[in-house]
Structure formats: C-alpha cells, structure tokens
C-alpha cells in the first residue's frame, strides 16, 4: 500500500513538474508575441514607390501597445469578381511597416471587396482579408503572425482595422 501511494506521489510530481516546465515554455513563447490593434490610413500614389511599382498605397499605422509606424502597399494580383458576388474583386500583395526604429516588418495581404475609389465617393464599399507576416529587419527579423482586416473607402483614402498578433523569432 505504501508504495502504490509513494508511485501516485511521483506521478502525480512528475505531472505538476510537466506542467510548470510546459507552462514556461508557453510564458517564454507567449512573451515574443504581442497583440496588434491598429488603424492603417493610406491612399493610393504614383510617387514613392519601390521599383518597379508605378503606384502603390502609402500611409501609417496607428495601433496599441506601440504598434505605430509607416505602410507601403504593393499590389501583386488583382482577381476577377466571382460569379455569384460580381462586384467583388480578390486582390493581393504585400505591406511593409517601417517603425521609428527602422525595423520593418513584412506581410502578404489578401482580401476581396468591393471598394469604390471613385473621386469624391465616401464610404462606399468595403473589404475583409488577412496580412500573413513573412519576417522583417531589426526587432523583426523572422517575424511570424497575423491579422484580420477590415477596410472602408473615406473621400480619398483607405481606412484599414487590422486585428491580430506578431511573434518576433528571438
């Protein structure tokens, strides 16, 4: 009897032992991510864009726990509308967030909308998608996550929620 209780001790230490071991390493894992809440503002231009881009879309973030910085969308691919939802357009490319810092961090977009960027049209239309980031210079360099977006048109520019967390590799 004795040593049936002194096996279910040790069992039940080498459990509790796995867990604080197992819950450290999700504190220090957990600890390289932080949540992104943020605002991205931006307009399409013609000025400013990497090679070989003719134009591109240039704005900031604004976001919490410091997530502030410059944004530069290129466009890779635009899709057809779908037959069932024919003024809807899949789009695709990448944004890069620069921070006072000069880390960047990199994401693949994909959405699909409706946007109408017509000249003077005020929030006419909208978008949902995903930023997948890819990695990043500086603070992150082997950057991983995500974000869900969500996008408007106001008169003359882009109004994106942006939703999610980055991981930084170190």
């Known amino acids: 009897m004795r040593s049936l209780r002194f096996s279910a001790f040790a069992v039940a230490c080498a459990g509790a032992a796995a867990v604080v071991v197992a819950g450290s390493t999700l504190a ?3 600890s390289r991510c932080q949540e992104v809440d943020a605002t991205i503002s931006d307009k399409v231009v013609t000025v400013g864009c990497p090679p070989p881009s003719a134009a591109c879309v240039v704005g900031t973030v604004r976001g919490k726990n410091n997530f502030n ?9 635009r899709g057809t509308a779908p037959p069932t939802a024919p003024t809807y357009r899949p789009v695709s490319g990448n944004i890069t967030y620069t921070f006072k810092d000069g880390s960047t961090l990199s994401a693949l977009e994909t959405a699909i909308g409706n946007v109408d960027t017509t000249e003077g049209t005020s929030g006419i239309g ?3 998608g995903t930023q997948e980031f890819t990695g990043g210079t500086g603070r992150y360099e082997g950057a991983t996550g995500y974000t869900y977006l969500s996008q408007h048109w106001e008169v003359d520019h882009f109004v994106t929620d ?5 991981c930084r590799a170190r």
Request: no cysteine.
């Open 28 to 30: 220090s894992a957990h």
């Open 126 to 128: 909208h978008a949902g």
């Open 69 to 77: 910085a410059d944004t530069v969308f290129v466009l890779g691919s």
């Open 162 to 166: 942006i939703h999610g967390k980055v």
